[in-house]
């Protein structure tokens, strides 16, 4: 049985929208190609951005995740 790991990368709540936080998820599934023992998914989601907000919490996120060099990144979520 291989095992893939997901990087999640959000914020809690809007009190914390400046400090994205990563939470590491280890997903065993049965069938799953050798090839892909270890491979890492990271998640950016919800990413909300109003005029009156700042962007600074989209960048962090991004340099966040480009750190942990994922094999994979998705978006998920909307994007207002």
Do not use: C, W
């Amino acid at each position: 049985m291989a095992t893939a790991g997901a990087a999640v990368v959000g914020g809690v709540g809007f009190a914390e929208s400046d400090r994205p936080q990563v939470t590491r998820i280890n997903i065993r599934l049965r069938g799953l190609p050798n090839e892909f023992d270890g491979f890492s998914i990271a998640q950016l989601s919800d990413f909300h951005y109003e005029d009156h907000f700042s962007v600074v919490p989209i960048r962090k996120g991004v340099e966040l995740v480009n750190g942990l060099h994922p094999d994979l990144i998705v978006l998920t979520g909307d994007f207002v």
